[in-house]
């Protein structure tokens, strides 16, 4: 299954095609972009455990290691936006023919947020002095909850650039019709009127410092919900734009202490204001994808030290997650009249699954078993088909319980930076035990 979705979404003609049409200053030999792309996909996916490593078991690889690591290294970031988008476009038709539910019928959804790469390996020349981590960059990524597929990506190699000027040119791919949903580091006046411009609709948290208001409505009377109660009032700002303010008052605070949350939006009237404060909370979906990114996918490579290369494997996971997701789907379709309601696949689980059989079904199997579908019907057929041969046990994903609140005590730095022998605290707690 993940051959095939893999097949069909980045196929190898079709990356070339890209790399051909976007590219800036590289120029393919012997080394093809499409050869980069399925070496990294390979170290995503967890069936190779570094580029070296998958480059040397590829018997059609024509260049040298270190020709594959300088073509990897100069990868330019307009390809990495082309191949998010463009194989995002490319399975869309597939998950609607598996099928899908909208969170706001009639609305489609777009979730905004940055993801910094963390430190990697100071292996590049000029970074062996540097006391400090070296940050490769970082990439202000668009989420759609409703497909689980990530449709946009634009990365920066400057890690301390702006994520508000990042978000702008994802922006002008809007259209009407959308509803962009961002924390309030994306509270400013050129994002909101960006969106404005090309009549998309905007669900944004309001900052301590928001953007100067000229005028504000009264608050209507608050309305009780599930977390607190919610009112709203209108906001008037430079350059005549009038929007709906609501206010979010909490019954618990958040871990961050906030009790009281504020959004501004530009839905229309027949979007209530309960509905606002309840889609802000989809917001935490590309929270959640961050984090199977980071523990179900290798989107974090710390021996890629260039800045480049860091960020084509960050989008290198994001494909194999795209991709991971569609198989996802196709197996909670193939079973869900099967399993109780609420049953759902997991991420984690699935990708085991993959690693731990995939090798053996390339040998296994033969080419034509595998080969690529021509359309998204006769693709969604086939997965719904082989995702029925799978066990739901094995893939169920486990349900975790209540968090237990635990009390923080303030420790000095001699004693958190103290160590201890397992081995003997064991045998000192099987003494005490009676």
Partial sequence: MAN?????????????QIFEEHRQRQYPRELLFSTIVELMSLVSLGLRPSLHAAARQMETLLVTLAALYDKVSRTEPALLRALVTGSAERLAPTIKE??????????????????????????LGALRRERGAARPGFSVVVYNPDLDQVVDLQPCEDAYASERVGVLPLLASAHEGQLWMADRLYCTLPVMQACEEVGASFIIRQPSKHPRLIQEGEWQEPVPVKTGTVREQMIELKGGHCWRRIELT??????????????WSNLPESISAEQIADLYRRRWSIERMFQRLESVLDSEIESLGSRRAALLGF???????????????????????????????????????????????????????????????????????????????????????LKKAKPKEWLEGRAANAHVSTDRVLKAHKKKTP
Avoid: C
Wanted: hydrophobic residues 40%; aromatic residues 8%.
């Fill in 4 to 16: 095939l979705v893999l097949e069909h979404a980045i196929s190898a003609e079709w990356i070339d």
């Fill in 98 to 123: 598996l099928g899908y539910s909208s969170i706001l019928p009639g609305w489609q959804l777009r979730v905004v947020d940055g993801n910094h790469l963390p430190s990697t390996e100071k292996r």
């Fill in 250 to 263: 909490l019954q618990t605070s958040t871990d961050s202490g906030d009790s009281v949350m504020w959004f």
């Fill in 315 to 401: 989008a290198s996971a994001i494909l194999a997650y795209n991709v991971l997701a569609v198989v996802k789907r196709s197996v909670e379709q193939a079973h869900r009249e099967t399993q109780p309601e609420g049953w759902e696949a997991s991420t984690f689980h699935l990708a085991v699954q993959v690693r731990s059989g995939y090798q053996g079904m390339q040998i296994a199997l033969p080419s034509d078993y595998l080969s690529s579908q021509k359309s998204s019907e006769t693709l969604a057929q086939r997965l719904m088909a082989l995702a029925r041969n799978i066990k739901p046990r094995q893939v169920a994903k486990s349900k975790r319980g």
